[in-house]
DNA sequence: CCGATAGTAGACAAATCTGTCTACTTTACT
DNA sequence: AGTAAAGTAGACAGATTTGTCTACTATCGG
């Protein structure tokens, strides 16, 4: 068999998480595609063999960072097994990320704060993150206020975590985590 | 008495105006300097007489915009006379606002997502803005849960409010802003 | 009426941005 | 070993960015 008809993959892959790295404490106009290139130490061809434009990177930064960002919040999650600590664990995510060194917001916020509307698969991208973690929490909370309550509280809860989110970013206060689920569990049916 | 020395300060907020309705819908990097000028029908000379650079026009965008909200959001308020009403009032105002054409969120939750940390005056105003509104919703809870319990549940309240302009911005859903109502009354201690 | 002030129009500088292209080098598979 | 794909370095084009500057014009107070 031929295996890889592109075994020169991993340069792609590098780059994007370098761009990860830059458009996520910088900004995505702020950062230039040369700066990029620098800081990944790729020239700038491999890039445009790669994707046709710096728009089409940043979707792939996006894809890429809702992966990560669903990996590791499941990771986190699926250390507990109490229902309540499950979706507790959820927050406490949202606190550690918050007090990490370089952070700047929800890249997906960001986007559609930075492009909102001019770029569609941008929005569409930012639109489909918020869709999933949605429907994660959906999976959380169905075992504690049953398959029928779920979904309206799961669309409160991502409204409480987006909150979060403009709090921390604006205020720089990691205790905003905190804050959502104090709210969060006073608006569960019947849990402590 | 010689009345004004500088009559032709009009200029200076139309400029203002014109940087503050394009900034909002287009983005601070977006939005180049240029298109300011053709759209006001001013001298790039005008703007650098009245500004030292694009961040102080931007700095004074924001000043202008925390009025304005400001001043919206209380003559709306003060159309309510029942305290219970007048905090519903927020919501609603906020529910219109996310319907209006053009709506592309917070200015200040976007401008600490373009500059994160770069330009501190630009995230300090966005803080302060921010300060603002939590300190209106303290005296709006006031009357409802008591002088004590006010400070606290109108950081949760504004963590409503920033969570719906997220959402509202993501999605385009101004129903948010019905959604962080009623969670709101859910939370408040003993109201209908 | 006249001079100071504030404005306009727009050229210009210097930097920076995205995206293309040429020439050379490395890598990997056969 | 040799060939084809993939990468590097960097010049280049063309547009766009912020900010400065010159020359001209309108307006207003005294």
Redesign the pocket.
């Known amino acids: 068999m031929?295996?890889?008809?592109?075994?020169?993959?991993d340069?792609?892959a590098h780059l994007v998480d370098t761009a990860l790295r830059l458009f996520a404490t910088g900004g995505y106009h702020a950062v230039?595609?040369?700066?990029v290139l620098a800081e990944a130490?790729?020239?700038?061809?491999?890039l445009?063999?790669?994707f046709?434009?710096?728009?089409a990177l940043i979707a792939e930064v996006l894809r890429e960072r809702d992966r990560r960002f669903c990996a590791s919040l499941a990771a986190f999650v699926d250390r507990r097994s109490a229902p309540l600590e499950r979706l507790a664990a959820v927050f406490a995510w949202h606190r550690q990320w918050f007090a990490e060194p370089g952070f700047a917001g929800c890249m997906f916020l960001n986007v559609a704060a930075e492009f909102h509307g001019e770029v569609a698969e941008l929005q569409r991208l930012a639109r489909e993150h918020k869709k999933a973690v949605e429907s994660y929490l959906v999976g959380l909370l169905e075992p504690l206020t049953g398959i029928d309550a779920a979904p309206a509280l799961a669309a409160d809860f991502n409204l409480l975590l987006d909150g979060a989110i403009g709090v921390a970013l604006v205020s720089g206060d990691a205790e905003a985590a905190e804050r959502a689920w104090n709210m969060a569990r006073r608006l569960l049916p019947a849990a402590s």
Do not use: L, W
């Not at 031929?2 to 993959?9: F, H, I, M």
């Not at 130490?41 to 491999?46: D, E, F, H, P, S």
């Open positions: 031929p295996s890889q008809p592109a075994p020169r993959a340069k792609r230039g595609i040369d700066r130490g790729v020239a700038k061809k491999t445009y063999a790669h046709p434009s710096k728009n």
